[in-house]
């Protein structure tokens, strides 16, 4: 009789087991958001290149399959899936029997650009970093160009808009006057012929000036300032004489760096008795949304509400309501007054650091709106196009403001000034 119990509860476990395995193999083949992910990018092809009509098409359902497999508009109900599907069938309408890289880029572009989501997109990498116009102060000196090779801003900054993946104007346009003018694909993805360099016009006080530009590597630009890149992304100062600590992160980085700089600044506000802190993610692009968790548990806050989510698995949307954290504060925690200052390139995790504090009511916002919008989809998932090379981002979740009174709505700064006099309003408001 043991005998028989032992050999039913061994058929049983591996029976178990064999179900548990199957389940597994059906999940990473059918459901993990990651499977078939690029781990290591090589450069696209040449701009140049010319592609056959099939090899385009190839490429452009790979794109839709991935897009269709992945991203959450395809089930949330949005209807901004069926406009990607009407952009696709467009595109793909006019495609005849041989297209350049270049015209397959904007091509792409503009079916995912529909979607409106700043974390999907289409772009052309290459493993030297592209080609800039060779002088950068010229921008310093006037300012904003007039025309690019005779074509005026406002059309090119248009046109940019139609291949860009972005949430709102302001960022797109902040993209376009900050990186778009300079960058040769992008320029050459808006329209612009840069095979023997450009011409840019500029308003030099009511007189217009011509200046001639030639196309190099970026190292090679003049004014180029890399300034101190990667060695200077997390870092803080005590002003004992006003009472502040100001912690700048530009990078959200979860790791060793990130915690160990977070404890040794609060550890230095615990012992000169500072009251006002001051997180600056002013510059700061995003990255893993962890830090701002890893911030709270230096709050006095027992618990606090979190962004809603809903992530795409293979053909299931996993729904994420109410979220809240039992915070798991340290030791000694900081209950001053906190400050977060913003501008238009605060994005994606950073600007979600500051929904965190602003819609806990937790400290005051200080600058400009964040680049992106709270309801948003995001986390991306990484691809290469099997002919053309270029890469594809695709989100595979999507966001949803914590104040949802606030749906819809950027995380607006309670004391809105210039990015640049942000940390100035802050004394400001320490002093009164």
Not at 299 to 323: F, H, I, M, P, T
Request: proline fraction near 2%; hydrophobic fraction near 35%; charge should be negative.
């Amino acid at each position: 009789m043991k005998k028989k119990i032992l050999k039913i509860t061994g058929l049983c476990f591996g029976g178990l087991l064999i179900l548990m395995l199957v389940l597994y193999g059906y999940y990473k083949l059918c459901m993990d958001p990651y499977r078939g992910t690029v781990q290591e990018f090589v450069s696209s092809e040449n701009l140049d290149e010319m592609l056959s009509g099939e090899e385009a098409k190839e490429d452009l359902e790979y794109l839709m399959e991935r897009l269709r497999e992945r991203h959450p508009a395809w089930l949330d109900g949005s209807g901004k899936d069926a406009l990607v599907e009407a952009q696709y069938e467009k595109e793909l309408a006019s495609i005849g029997e041989e297209i350049s890289v270049l015209e397959l880029y904007k091509m792409a572009s503009r079916i995912v650009t529909v979607l409106h989501d700043g974390h999907t997109y289409v772009d052309w990498r290459s493993e030297d970093g592209g080609l800039y116009v060779d002088d950068f102060t010229v921008f310093k000196t006037y300012g904003k160009p007039l025309s690019i090779d005779g074509i005026p801003c406002e059309k090119l900054l248009a046109a940019y808009k139609e291949v860009s993946s972005y949430e709102t104007d302001f960022y797109a346009e902040a993209i376009f006057w900050g990186r778009v003018i300079t960058y040769e694909p992008s320029l050459r993805l808006c329209g612009v012929d840069t095979s023997d360099g450009v011409v840019m016009c500029f308003d030099d006080g009511g007189k217009e000036v011509e200046q001639s530009f030639g196309i190099v590597a970026l190292e090679e630009a003049n004014g180029y300032d890399p300034g101190e890149g990667e060695n200077k992304w997390v870092y803080y100062e005590i002003d004992k004489a006003n009472n502040v600590g100001i912690f700048t992160l530009t990078a959200c980085r979860c790791n060793d760096e990130y915690l160990g700089v977070l404890e040794d600044f609060f550890a230095e506000v615990f012992a000169e008795g500072i009251e006002n802190v001051v997180v600056d993610l002013r510059g700061n692009g995003g990255g893993n949304s962890w830090v701002a968790n890893e911030f709270m548990r230096y709050l006095d806050v027992e618990e606090y509400q979190s962004w809603d989510s809903a992530v795409r698995l293979g053909w299931y949307l996993l729904k994420n309501d109410d979220v809240a954290y039992e915070n798991q504060k340290k030791e000694q925690v900081f209950d001053g007054e906190l400050y977060v200052l913003t501008d238009t390139w605060t994005y994606s995790a950073a600007m979600d650091f500051c929904m965190l504090i602003a819609d806990n009511d937790l400290g005051t916002v200080v600058g400009k709106p964040s680049g992106n919008l709270p309801d948003s989809y995001g986390d991306c998932l990484f691809f290469q196009l099997p002919n053309s090379g270029l890469k594809l981002s695709v989100s595979y979740k999507k966001w949803y403001r914590i104040d949802r009174s606030k749906a819809g709505q950027l995380i607006m700064p309670d004391e809105e000034v210039s990015a640049g006099s942000a940390l100035e309003k802050v004394y400001e408001l320490i002093k009164e």
